[in-house]
């Protein structure tokens, strides 16, 4: 009776591990420039202020700048930093930076690099914690996007803006979401093991192996 066996058809590493270990750091950069940039919210035509002057703010400092030049940083604003908003993203920021990282450490050597075969329940449990990372990034960018105008200002004819931060906060959360997604699939064969990059073999008593199809044996007819 045949045995049913997986095998690699190329010792390349698969693609759905190349995919997602090059979204991941490239996603974990952009939210490291999101999180530590003061510019997730820019307030233009302050009264008193030349029309080139706006204030960036972000979730750690708050700056006066202009269209080619930073004039200064460390304004205070304690009604804009005891947000609940502002608290919570810092918190999630700093959190789905670390665990990026493990994932990217728990993935690193399950991918194979060095190995026959990648480790694909290391490689899937990395995925899932780069899944998770990009949730946490995309949960507060959306949420102080959805409510940008209600977070307090100074002067309420002034022009508020989204920030460069949240579109490298949006790119970077879903570049993680999809790294970890794909990387994930791979805990599991399907689609006859394409996702891996395998395809079946059989083994018959003699240890020889068969391609995927059976054919029937015959036998010479005696004279």
């Known amino acids: 009776m045949p045995s049913q066996e997986w095998i690699r058809t190329s010792l390349r590493t698969p693609g759905i591990l190349i995919f997602g270990m090059v979204l991941a750091p490239c996603g974990w950069i952009l939210d490291l420039v ?22 960036q703010q972000g979730i750690w ?35 789905s930076l670390i665990v990026t990282l493990i994932g990217l ?12 075969t990648p ?28 409510i940008l105008e209600d977070i307090p200002v100074s002067n309420l004819s002034s022009d508020l803006r989204v920030g460069y931060c949240i579109i490298l906060g949006y790119i970077g959360g879903i570049f993680e979401v999809l790294a970890g997604l794909v990387m994930f699939i791979g805990i599991c064969r399907c689609c006859g093991g394409k996702n891996r990059g395998e395809r079946t073999t059989y083994w018959d008593g003699c240890q020889c192996r068969w391609s995927g199809v059976q054919t029937p044996m015959t036998t010479a007819s005696p004279a």
């Open 34 to 55: 999101a999180t530590v940039a003061p510019n997730w919210r820019t307030i233009h035509g302050i009264p008193g202020t030349p029309t080139n002057e706006f204030i």
């Open 61 to 95: 400092d708050i700056c006066r700048a202009t269209e080619t030049s930073q004039l200064g940083c460390g304004l205070q604003d304690t009604d804009y930093f005891n947000e609940q908003i502002i608290e919570v993203a810092q918190g999630l920021m700093v959190a």
């Open 105 to 116: 450490a728990v993935a690193i050597p399950g991918v194979r690099c060095w190995r026959a």
């Open 119 to 146: 480790r694909w329940t290391l490689a899937g449990l990395g995925g899932m914690l780069i899944f998770l990372s990009g949730v946490m990034t995309l949960i507060p960018i959306a949420w102080y996007t959805h």
